[in-house]
């Protein structure tokens, strides 16, 4: 139901917008996550939105420098990462969740449902 693309290789310093393409849902219902889990690393929380794309949250390590965005009308949900570091290199995974409150956004536990994972490999 979830589908991301967008990862690639890129030189540090550059910048990366990911896609995540829902079907077979009410997107709008939904609030989306990002999420990233590099090699030997536990998956670890990115940035996230709410349904209505009021608000927004991001981890620190990402925060300056990153914006989530969604389009309900498209059944998309975006990341774009700036100025990208050999530390974003990871497997990028969309998820959703379908919270009436959206609470714990950055905990993989309150999310339902999945996307595939899309690689971003950030090297010179």
């Known amino acids: 139901q979830l589908q991301a693309s967008g990862g690639g290789l890129v030189r540090p310093g550059y910048s990366l917008k990911l896609a995540c393409a829902a079907s077979g849902g009410t997107f709008s219902y939904w609030h989306m996550g990002w999420f990233r889990q590099a090699p030997g690393k536990e998956r670890e929380f990115v940035a996230a939105i709410d349904r209505n794309g009021r608000s927004t949250y991001f981890a620190n390590s990402v925060k300056g420098r990153s914006t989530i965005s969604r389009e309900n009308t498209k059944n998309t949900v975006y990341l774009q990462i700036s100025n990208l570091k050999l530390a974003d290199t990871a497997v990028y995974y969309c998820?959703?969740?379908?919270?009436?409150?959206?609470?714990?956004?950055?905990?993989?536990?309150?999310?339902?449902?999945w996307g595939q994972g899309t690689q971003v490999t950030v090297s010179s």
């Open positions: 998820a959703a969740s379908t919270q009436n409150v959206f609470r714990d956004y950055d905990t993989s536990g309150r999310y339902v449902y």
